[in-house]
Every structure is written in C-alpha cells, then in structure tokens.
T-cell receptor, first 112, second 114 residues
C-alpha cells in the first residue's frame, strides 16, 4: 500500500498568498526529494533533504525534513502564477532497497 | 543532450494486444525506472534496473515485463493489455543510489486500453 501520504490533494490560492503541502511516511526515511510537475509535463527535481531537521530554501520555497525523518513540508511564500503545478514528495525507505515511494501529490492552482 | 527520451508519446491498444515502450537516456546513468501515474495515486514504481542486464520488481509489477540489454535503454512490455493499464507511463533515470541522486524523467507515454 501507499507508504507516503501527502496533503492536501488540491489547493487553490489567490496570487500572493502562501501555500504549504505536507508529506507523511509510516516509516523512517533515509532521505526525501521534492518534484514539481507542470500541467501536461513530467516531474522535475526540486531538492533533496537528507538530515534530520534539515531546512533548505530556494528563493520563495522552503523545504523541511522532520526530526524523526518521517515527514516533510514544502512552503511557498507569496505564490505566483508560475508556481502552478503538482508537487510531489518522494521518500527513500532504507528497508526497500532502491525504491522511492512517491506521495500522492498536491495540485496547486494560483488564481491571478 | 536529449536526456531521457520515451517512445511512443501516445498509444491506443485493444484489450489483449501487446506493446513495448522504449526509454533511452544519454546521461550514462546506471539506474533506470518505469513508473505509472494515475489520478490521485501519484507515481507508482513498476520495475527498475540498477545496471545493464539487471531488473527488479517495484510496487506494481504484475502484467509488465522489462529488459535492460544495453545501459542506455530500458524497455517496458505489456504482454496482454488490460483496461486497468490505461495510464501515463514515465521512464526515469538516475546516476546512482549511493549518493541519492535525483531522478530525471522522460516526457511520458499516454496509453489507453479499450
């Protein structure tokens, strides 16, 4: 079954508002990656988190990895229309070898 | 560099027909993967390969077979297509697992089985 859950499934925001998506795993992860998929496109790698409690920033995007390495979040400050797309987390479970388990994704719509 | 190239981009099959999806990468990556994407399900791993001549099962391998005869190519076969295999299929590659390198995805193949 699905080992990585992601919420919310959909989010509509006004341009300029903030947005957060959360990723939760039933097991401890060795690392987590985040991807963005534009409508009709393919997933594109954004960032990887490895350390417990790690926080990384990319301009308006802030990524966090939980202390227990079972959850992660992506926060976008002051959304823009270019942020539209589906955001996926992908966690590597050390007990299952080389398999990344993708979350169900959060589809972000930004209303101009 | 082309990156990861998938062919075909679209395909319609009738139930029971067979087909092969081709994935090619020119980045000299060791690892290659086949995922399927369905609404509300995220990406689910079908099969993967950690090097030429090797393959392994992922989360949802039933009904699919794969081969990695050359390092740059990873083929996904459907022996007898079923409507449940209607999906968007993505191939991906990565340099290695040891350094947890990111996945590079192809543009996808949209398959409809009627």
């Amino acid at each position: 079954g699905q080992q990585v859950m992601q919420i919310p499934q959909y989010q509509h925001v006004q341009e300029g508002e903030d947005f957060t998506t959360y990723c939760n795993s039933s097991t401890t992860l060795s690392n987590i990656q985040w991807y963005k998929q534009r409508p009709g496109g393919h997933p594109v790698f954004l960032i990887q988190l490895v350390k417990s409690g790690e926080v990384k920033k990319q301009k308006r995007l802030t990524f966090q990895f939980g202390e227990a390495k079972k959850n992660s979040s992506l926060h976008i400050t002051a959304t823009q229309t270019t942020d539209v797309g589906t955001y996926f987390c992908a966690g590597l479970n050390p007990d299952t070898g080389n398999q990344f388990y993708f979350g169900t994704g959060t589809s972000l719509t930004v209303i101009p | 560099n082309a990156g990861v190239t998938q062919t075909p981009k679209f395909r319609v099959l009738k139930t029971g027909q067979s087909m092969t999806l081709l994935c090619a990468q020119d980045m000299n990556h060791e690892y290659m993967y086949w995922y399927r994407q369905d609404p509300g399900m995220g990406l689910r791993l079908i099969h993967y390969s950690v090097g030429e001549g090797t393959t392994a099962k992922g989360e949802v391998p039933d009904g699919y077979n794969v081969s990695r005869l050359k390092k740059q190519n990873f083929l996904l076969g459907l022996e007898s297509a079923a409507p449940s295999q209607t999906s968007v299929y993505f191939c991906a590659s990565s340099y290695s697992r040891q350094d947890h390198s990111p996945l590079h995805f192809g543009n996808g193949t949209r398959l409809t089985v009627t």
